[in-house]
DNA sequence: GTAGTTATGCTCATTTTGAGTATAAATAGA
DNA sequence: TCTATTTATACTCAAAATGAGCATAACTAC
């Protein structure tokens, strides 16, 4: 293509995230055809007009994707895209974003419904159908992944140990901040459909099940990094509130700490880990829904810097005593 | 320099931590010379020899600076090196990495000495004086960062609230991850020397204190991500035991921890702490020096992946309750 | 021996956490 | 209007984790 040795492009992907219709939902870009899957809203460095990586990834963003960013944060800095069909012109370094939005809140209940923005937003576990315990541990790990898996594990012995930690097997714990290792195993065992794609662009005969929507290269590994990442600072940094509207009952607050960890926690304990925090004002208003009205609260000083950041310890239960 | 619109080079710049002669030492290289400071090791990514960068990276560690790397993470991406004198060739992005390796340990007690890696290895807190609480809180803190940046701040009161969270004053709490967000107010404040440099390469009259020692363009803020990521991932992944050899003593363990924490922590409760994440199993010897002797442990399975890698929970104590 | 030093064992009061039960305040339908 | 249902909020209680210290063991140095 050129002759320079290196040509290096960076490639700014973001994974943007926020809660809308009791939903984690993900931003996406581009039409889902036979032949291409969708992806992450994506730009350009160009390093002469933006200082920062992250000032150009806000502005493009802004121009193309059409909304404000709250929180944003750099996850990883992906190389290897020679796993994948390296035909693509040159070297894309692709670095990989998490970005956190407020949906629009209607002011008053008969408002304008809650702007939708006319965007291209999914489900995020339609890409990791596996990471939802909030009905329980879903069926497909027992029905399909870990059989496959134990398939696989049988050639590639070595990535035992992986999988048992990675899928809280013979006593070890799930862990959800889990997310990136867990799709990795899948993509390694071949379970996701970029695997097979990248091992073998003619359309070879889909082994196994294939799990979970795919998306454009290696952009569903990005999105698996944003969701442990989130799941993970969730836990000692105040970010969830970036995914708040300006109020809230304790029960959205709840709900939103639930799709991002895919858990459901205890409420009345959830209430008070948020109160002793310290992190909320009452504002005296209430919203009303179907049961008794629930007391609306905004963020201390409209801003996070009060406290030592602590986040909100959420526990997903304590592990069950083993044998032993 | 080039005519191609945006020619990008990347760096991978990597802070190579390991704990030796009572000290967390910090590999560098390159001469310090009044013109110029010393550096991280470093190397280009070249993407036709190496998949990835952590293999590139792990390859020129093993050539160039001759240590096996133990644990290997990237920290973060930094394009911005135009906040340094843009003179340099073309658009260098820097991926910055922690490494951690173990110092060869004597196999026995009148074994050669500890194989003294002809490299130059520093202590790390040369460059973060007022990081290390060990002796109790630094004197450079109330003597001279916090004056200073209240004379900043008389200038920039935007910053006030970020330095009062980052410093851990009104009744915030000091929190030991907070390296990078300290540096860079200090940066911002000029207190640095590469502040200075960067603000004026002609030796313009150094106001203010110059605090700690500096290193080449933005290493020193990738070495204090390095460490505040190191000391925010000892709480919650076992990767303390990457800094350690194969055989040692609790006190050894924990000497270690405090040296990456900053602070002293207490050793019995250390103890229990220990014992019960089940990371260690006894070996039966023992280890002596002055008092009673030690009993030497070593990891379970001489591997991490045995449980659910959770870490050593260090506290440094609990916050005191301030008013009210 | 004896003093000093370090490792290890154990106790104890608090705090945090997981898991309930109980009560309050609304809606929806008979 | 009454009643069942729903949701929010308040409290309780036992278990586990944590911070701090005392006590003892097993050495070295003199």
Redesign the pocket.
């Known amino acids: 293509m050129s002759s320079t040795p290196t040509e290096i492009l960076i490639d700014l992907s973001t994974a943007i995230l926020r809660q809308h219709n009791e939903r984690l939902e993900c931003r996406l870009v581009g039409e889902a055809t036979p032949a291409r899957a969708k992806r992450l809203p994506f730009g350009p460095f160009m390093p002469h007009q933006h200082r920062t990586m992250e000032i150009g990834l806000r502005h493009w963003v802004r121009e193309q994707v059409g909304v404000d960013l709250a929180h944003v944060e750099q996850l990883y800095t992906f190389a290897d895209q020679g796993r994948h069909a390296s035909e693509e012109a040159a070297h894309i370094v692709s670095v990989g974003y998490l970005a956190l939005t407020r949906t629009h809140e209607a002011r008053t209940p008969e408002d304008t419904p809650p702007a939708p923005d006319d965007g291209d937003w999914e489900d995020l576990y339609t890409f990791f159908p596996w990471e939802d315990w909030r009905q329980g541990r879903p069926e497909m790990l027992d029905g399909q992944i870990l059989p496959a898996l134990d398939k696989w594990l049988e050639k590639d012995t070595q990535a035992a140990d992986r999988v048992r930690l990675a899928f809280g097997r013979d006593g070890a714990q799930w862990d959800e901040e889990f997310v990136l290792e867990r799709y990795e195993l899948l993509y390694e065992a071949a379970l996701v459909e970029e695997a097979l794609i990248d091992q073998d662009a003619k359309g070879a005969p889909r082994p196994q099940p294939v799990l979970g929507r795919a998306l454009h290269l290696d952009h569903r590994r990005i999105l698996a990094t944003a969701l442990g990442r989130l799941r993970s600072k969730l836990k000692y940094r105040p970010v969830i509130f970036d995914l708040m509207p300006s109020g809230f009952?304790?029960?959205?607050l709840q709900n939103t700490t639930e799709m991002v960890m895919g858990v459901n926690l205890?409420?009345?304990?959830f209430?008070?880990?948020v109160?002793?925090s310290g992190f909320l004002i009452a504002t005296g208003k209430?919203q009303?829904?179907?049961?008794?009205?629930?007391?609306v609260f905004r963020l201390r000083h409209n801003e996070r810097t009060e406290r030592p950041l602590s986040g909100l310890?959420v526990?997903?239960?304590?592990p069950k005593?083993s044998g032993k």
């Open positions: 009952t304790l029960r959205a205890h409420q009345q304990n209430r008070r880990l109160e002793k209430t009303r829904a179907r049961g008794r009205p629930a007391e310890r526990s997903t239960g304590r005593p």
